[in-house]
T-cell receptor, first 112, second 117 residues
Framework: GENVEQHPSTLSVQEGDSAVIKCTYS??????FPWYKQELGKRPQLIID?????GEKKDQRIAVTLNKTAKHFSLHITETQPEDSAVYFC???????????FGTGTRLLVSP | GAVVSQHPSRVICKSGTSVKIECRSL??????MFWYRQFPKQSLMLMAT?????????EQGVEKDKFLINHASLTLSTLTVTSAHPEDSSFYIC?????????????FGPGTRLTVT
Protein backbone atom coordinates (compact mmCIF):
# COMPACT_ATOMS: atom_id res chain seq x y z
CA GLY A 1 0.00 0.00 0.00
CA GLU A 2 0.84 3.66 -0.12
CA ASN A 3 3.39 5.06 2.32
CA VAL A 4 3.89 8.80 2.81
CA GLU A 5 6.92 10.23 4.57
CA GLN A 6 7.11 13.84 5.70
CA HIS A 7 10.03 16.03 6.80
CA PRO A 8 10.88 17.82 8.93
CA SER A 9 8.83 16.83 11.97
CA THR A 10 9.31 20.30 13.48
CA LEU A 11 10.21 23.58 11.85
CA SER A 12 10.89 26.88 13.57
CA VAL A 13 11.17 30.08 11.54
CA GLN A 14 11.13 33.80 12.14
CA GLU A 15 8.16 35.82 10.99
CA GLY A 16 8.64 36.81 7.37
CA ASP A 17 10.86 33.86 6.52
CA SER A 18 9.86 31.07 4.16
CA ALA A 19 9.02 27.55 5.26
CA VAL A 20 9.31 24.39 3.19
CA ILE A 21 7.87 21.01 4.07
CA LYS A 22 8.63 17.96 1.97
CA CYS A 23 6.82 14.67 1.42
CA THR A 24 7.59 11.53 -0.51
CA TYR A 25 5.17 8.83 -1.55
CA SER A 26 5.65 5.26 -2.66
CA UNK A 27 2.73 4.43 -4.96
CA UNK A 28 3.33 5.78 -8.45
CA UNK A 29 -0.43 5.48 -9.12
CA UNK A 30 -1.23 8.18 -6.55
CA UNK A 31 -2.43 11.29 -8.34
CA UNK A 32 -3.95 13.58 -5.72
CA PHE A 33 -1.87 15.39 -3.11
CA PRO A 34 -3.61 17.65 -0.59
CA TRP A 35 -2.06 19.62 2.25
CA TYR A 36 -3.89 20.19 5.52
CA LYS A 37 -3.35 22.61 8.38
CA GLN A 38 -4.44 21.44 11.81
CA GLU A 39 -4.53 23.61 14.90
CA LEU A 40 -4.51 21.96 18.29
CA GLY A 41 -7.71 20.04 18.92
CA LYS A 42 -9.28 21.18 15.68
CA ARG A 43 -10.18 19.56 12.41
CA PRO A 44 -7.69 19.42 9.52
CA GLN A 45 -8.31 22.19 7.03
CA LEU A 46 -7.43 21.86 3.37
CA ILE A 47 -5.08 24.67 2.41
CA ILE A 48 -4.00 23.62 -1.07
CA ASP A 49 -3.96 20.55 -3.25
CA UNK A 50 -2.35 19.43 -6.48
CA UNK A 51 -3.11 16.75 -8.99
CA UNK A 52 -0.57 14.83 -10.97
CA UNK A 53 -1.30 16.59 -14.23
CA UNK A 54 0.38 19.78 -13.00
CA GLY A 55 3.79 20.43 -11.51
CA GLU A 56 3.09 23.51 -9.42
CA LYS A 57 0.17 25.38 -7.93
CA LYS A 58 0.13 28.66 -6.06
CA ASP A 59 -2.39 30.42 -3.87
CA GLN A 60 -1.16 33.72 -2.45
CA ARG A 61 1.59 32.88 0.07
CA ILE A 62 1.23 29.12 -0.35
CA ALA A 63 2.56 26.99 -3.17
CA VAL A 64 2.91 23.29 -3.78
CA THR A 65 5.27 21.58 -6.19
CA LEU A 66 5.10 18.01 -7.44
CA ASN A 67 7.81 15.86 -8.96
CA LYS A 68 6.14 12.70 -10.24
CA THR A 69 9.37 11.11 -11.37
CA ALA A 70 10.94 11.40 -7.94
CA LYS A 71 7.60 10.86 -6.20
CA HIS A 72 7.87 13.84 -3.95
CA PHE A 73 5.92 17.01 -3.36
CA SER A 74 6.56 20.07 -1.25
CA LEU A 75 4.66 22.84 0.48
CA HIS A 76 6.14 26.33 0.37
CA ILE A 77 4.90 29.10 2.63
CA THR A 78 6.36 32.55 2.02
CA GLU A 79 6.28 35.59 4.31
CA THR A 80 5.29 33.44 7.26
CA GLN A 81 3.13 34.91 10.00
CA PRO A 82 2.58 33.76 13.61
CA GLU A 83 -0.91 32.58 12.66
CA ASP A 84 0.69 30.09 10.29
CA SER A 85 1.86 28.18 13.37
CA ALA A 86 0.13 24.80 13.33
CA VAL A 87 0.71 21.19 12.33
CA TYR A 88 0.76 20.59 8.60
CA PHE A 89 -0.02 17.22 7.03
CA CYS A 90 0.54 16.09 3.49
CA UNK A 91 -1.49 13.25 2.04
CA UNK A 92 -1.64 11.12 -1.07
CA UNK A 93 -4.61 9.54 -2.79
CA UNK A 94 -5.77 7.95 -5.99
CA UNK A 95 -8.80 9.09 -7.94
CA UNK A 96 -11.49 6.47 -7.66
CA UNK A 97 -10.06 4.90 -4.52
CA UNK A 98 -11.01 7.91 -2.42
CA UNK A 99 -9.02 7.17 0.69
CA UNK A 100 -6.06 9.32 1.69
CA UNK A 101 -2.81 8.27 3.31
CA PHE A 102 -1.41 10.98 5.54
CA GLY A 103 2.16 11.94 6.27
CA THR A 104 3.42 12.10 9.83
CA GLY A 105 2.97 15.85 10.16
CA THR A 106 5.20 18.90 10.59
CA ARG A 107 4.84 21.22 13.55
CA LEU A 108 5.53 24.72 12.26
CA LEU A 109 6.31 27.47 14.75
CA VAL A 110 6.57 31.02 13.46
CA SER A 111 8.12 33.37 15.99
CA PRO A 112 7.32 37.09 15.92
CA GLY B 1 -21.12 24.88 2.25
CA ALA B 2 -19.72 21.35 2.80
CA VAL B 3 -20.07 21.34 6.57
CA VAL B 4 -19.53 18.18 8.58
CA SER B 5 -20.48 17.94 12.24
CA GLN B 6 -19.64 15.40 14.90
CA HIS B 7 -21.34 14.61 18.16
CA PRO B 8 -20.28 14.55 20.87
CA SER B 9 -17.21 16.75 20.78
CA ARG B 10 -15.89 15.18 23.97
CA VAL B 11 -16.86 12.05 25.83
CA ILE B 12 -15.54 10.31 28.90
CA CYS B 13 -16.59 6.73 29.51
CA LYS B 14 -15.64 3.95 31.84
CA SER B 15 -13.63 0.96 30.73
CA GLY B 16 -15.85 -1.79 29.36
CA THR B 17 -18.66 0.46 28.22
CA SER B 18 -19.58 1.42 24.66
CA VAL B 19 -19.75 4.87 23.15
CA LYS B 20 -21.32 6.06 19.92
CA ILE B 21 -20.00 8.93 17.83
CA GLU B 22 -22.09 10.55 15.11
CA CYS B 23 -20.85 12.15 11.92
CA ARG B 24 -23.28 14.24 9.87
CA SER B 25 -22.99 16.05 6.58
CA LEU B 26 -25.14 19.13 7.13
CA UNK B 27 -25.59 20.62 3.68
CA UNK B 28 -24.73 17.84 1.28
CA UNK B 29 -25.25 14.15 0.74
CA UNK B 30 -22.37 11.82 1.44
CA UNK B 31 -22.42 8.32 0.06
CA UNK B 32 -18.95 7.79 1.49
CA MET B 33 -17.58 8.82 4.85
CA PHE B 34 -14.26 8.02 6.46
CA TRP B 35 -13.32 7.45 10.08
CA TYR B 36 -9.85 8.37 11.32
CA ARG B 37 -8.12 8.05 14.66
CA GLN B 38 -5.44 10.45 15.80
CA PHE B 39 -3.32 9.84 18.88
CA PRO B 40 -1.58 12.83 20.52
CA LYS B 41 1.10 14.36 18.34
CA GLN B 42 0.56 11.72 15.67
CA SER B 43 -0.92 11.62 12.21
CA LEU B 44 -4.41 10.73 11.11
CA MET B 45 -4.79 7.01 10.61
CA LEU B 46 -7.68 5.79 8.50
CA MET B 47 -9.75 3.22 10.38
CA ALA B 48 -12.50 2.48 7.90
CA THR B 49 -14.43 3.67 4.89
CA UNK B 50 -18.16 3.89 5.49
CA UNK B 51 -20.52 3.44 2.55
CA UNK B 52 -24.21 4.24 2.71
CA UNK B 53 -26.32 1.14 2.62
CA UNK B 54 -23.45 -1.34 2.69
CA UNK B 55 -20.82 -2.71 5.00
CA UNK B 56 -17.86 -0.60 5.94
CA UNK B 57 -14.40 -1.40 4.67
CA UNK B 58 -11.90 -1.63 7.49
CA GLU B 59 -8.17 -0.97 7.27
CA GLN B 60 -5.76 -3.69 8.17
CA GLY B 61 -5.41 -4.10 11.90
CA VAL B 62 -8.70 -2.41 12.81
CA GLU B 63 -11.12 -4.74 14.59
CA LYS B 64 -14.48 -4.52 12.89
CA ASP B 65 -16.27 -6.11 15.85
CA LYS B 66 -14.86 -3.49 18.19
CA PHE B 67 -15.41 -0.46 16.01
CA LEU B 68 -18.92 -0.80 14.63
CA ILE B 69 -19.82 1.50 11.77
CA ASN B 70 -23.32 2.18 10.51
CA HIS B 71 -24.05 4.43 7.54
CA ALA B 72 -27.82 4.23 7.36
CA SER B 73 -28.49 7.45 5.50
CA LEU B 74 -26.78 9.78 3.06
CA THR B 75 -26.06 12.29 5.82
CA LEU B 76 -25.20 10.18 8.86
CA SER B 77 -22.54 7.68 9.78
CA THR B 78 -21.98 6.39 13.30
CA LEU B 79 -18.95 4.81 14.93
CA THR B 80 -19.53 2.76 18.06
CA VAL B 81 -16.52 1.85 20.14
CA THR B 82 -17.56 -1.30 21.97
CA SER B 83 -16.07 -2.44 25.26
CA ALA B 84 -13.82 0.59 25.30
CA HIS B 85 -10.46 0.43 27.08
CA PRO B 86 -8.00 3.17 28.04
CA GLU B 87 -5.91 2.46 24.95
CA ASP B 88 -8.91 3.46 22.82
CA SER B 89 -8.62 6.99 24.16
CA SER B 90 -7.96 9.13 21.13
CA PHE B 91 -9.24 11.88 18.85
CA TYR B 92 -11.70 10.39 16.37
CA ILE B 93 -12.30 12.41 13.21
CA CYS B 94 -14.71 11.69 10.40
CA UNK B 95 -14.69 13.06 6.90
CA UNK B 96 -17.25 12.97 4.14
CA UNK B 97 -17.10 12.99 0.38
CA UNK B 98 -19.91 14.78 -1.38
CA UNK B 99 -21.96 12.49 -3.59
CA UNK B 100 -21.33 13.54 -7.17
CA UNK B 101 -18.68 16.02 -6.06
CA UNK B 102 -14.94 16.04 -6.77
CA UNK B 103 -13.76 12.47 -6.29
CA UNK B 104 -10.76 13.38 -4.21
CA UNK B 105 -11.99 16.01 -1.81
CA UNK B 106 -12.98 15.20 1.74
CA UNK B 107 -14.57 17.50 4.29
CA PHE B 108 -13.55 16.87 7.87
CA GLY B 109 -15.64 16.96 11.00
CA PRO B 110 -14.41 18.78 14.13
CA GLY B 111 -13.44 15.55 15.85
CA THR B 112 -14.48 13.75 19.01
CA ARG B 113 -12.10 13.38 21.91
CA LEU B 114 -12.71 10.07 23.65
CA THR B 115 -11.27 9.43 27.09
CA VAL B 116 -11.70 5.98 28.59
CA THR B 117 -11.09 5.79 32.32
Amino acid sequence: GENVEQHPSTLSVQEGDSAVIKCTYSDSASNYFPWYKQELGKRPQLIIDIRSNVGEKKDQRIAVTLNKTAKHFSLHITETQPEDSAVYFCAAGKTGFQKLVFGTGTRLLVSP
Amino acid sequence: GAVVSQHPSRVICKSGTSVKIECRSLDFQATTMFWYRQFPKQSLMLMATSNEGSKATYEQGVEKDKFLINHASLTLSTLTVTSAHPEDSSFYICSARETGGPEDEQYFGPGTRLTVT
